[in-house]
């Protein structure tokens, strides 16, 4: 992903709420299912065969789990493109 325009903090608090919204089990990491239930909420026509990939390319670090910077990196590049 590219370089952002640094957010201010209140920005960065709000993208933590919806990160935290979905963080379910609350263990500081976005799972395969939750994006999947972020997705179907924040943009109801993404297609199923766009998650993973979508998933993949947010998990930069191949760990299986997309953290809040990954996130918050996403989030500026705009989500709904997903």
Do not use: C
Request: proline residues 4%; aromatic residues 16%; without cysteine.
């Amino acid at each position: 992903m590219s370089e952002q325009t640094p957010l201010a903090q209140e920005q960065v608090e709000e993208i933590r709420k919806e990160f935290e919204f979905f963080d379910r089990d609350k263990n500081g990491q976005i799972d395969l299912p939750e994006f999947i239930e972020l997705l179907t909420v924040l943009s109801p026509k993404t297609k199923a065969s766009h998650v993973q990939e979508g998933f993949t390319l947010i998990d930069e670090n191949d760990d299986g789990f997309i953290d809040f910077e990954e996130f918050l990196a996403w989030w500026q590049e705009g989500w709904w493109e997903y």
